[in-house]
């Protein structure tokens, strides 16, 4: 189901757009697999710089995110900002924080 109550939903109802209206609305977002969360580790400080540049733009954090890839059917892999470290954790109990990601565009 397409709901904001789990994950995957969230990210893709997900929309962000300033003012002028310029910006990505609901089905342009999605969950980041746990490869694109390592880059997003990799790069943690460089992404958090350029998201500073962006009024309203949240930060990352030092902290557990959900990825997309699952490790079972009820399993999902997290990725920890923190240090670097990976997981998988039972989708219906864990705990972790969710971040919808977007392509770049010019």
């Keep these: 189901t397409n709901t904001a109550s789990y994950a995957p939903g969230f990210c ?7 003012a002028n209206g310029h ?4 089905g342009k977002w ?3 697999s746990i490869g694109e969360l390592m880059m997003m580790f990799a790069n943690f400080n460089k992404i958090n710089y350029a998201l ?3 009024t309203g ?3 990352l954090v030092r902290d557990a995110y959900w990825s997309a890839s699952e490790n079972s059917s009820t399993n ?3 990725l920890f900002l923190n240090y670097g470290y990976m997981n998988y954790y039972t989708k219906a109990t864990g705990q972790g924080r ?3 990601v977007s392509a770049f565009i010019s």
């Excluded at 893709?12 to 300033?18: A, E, T």
């Design 57 to 59: 733009a949240e930060l």
């Design 52 to 54: 500073s540049l962006i």
């Design 12 to 18: 893709n109802l997900y929309s962000r757009v300033n």
């Design 76 to 78: 999902a892999w997290l």
């Design 30 to 32: 999605w969950q980041p």
């Design 98 to 100: 969710v971040r919808a």
């Design 23 to 26: 910006g990505l609305t609901a």
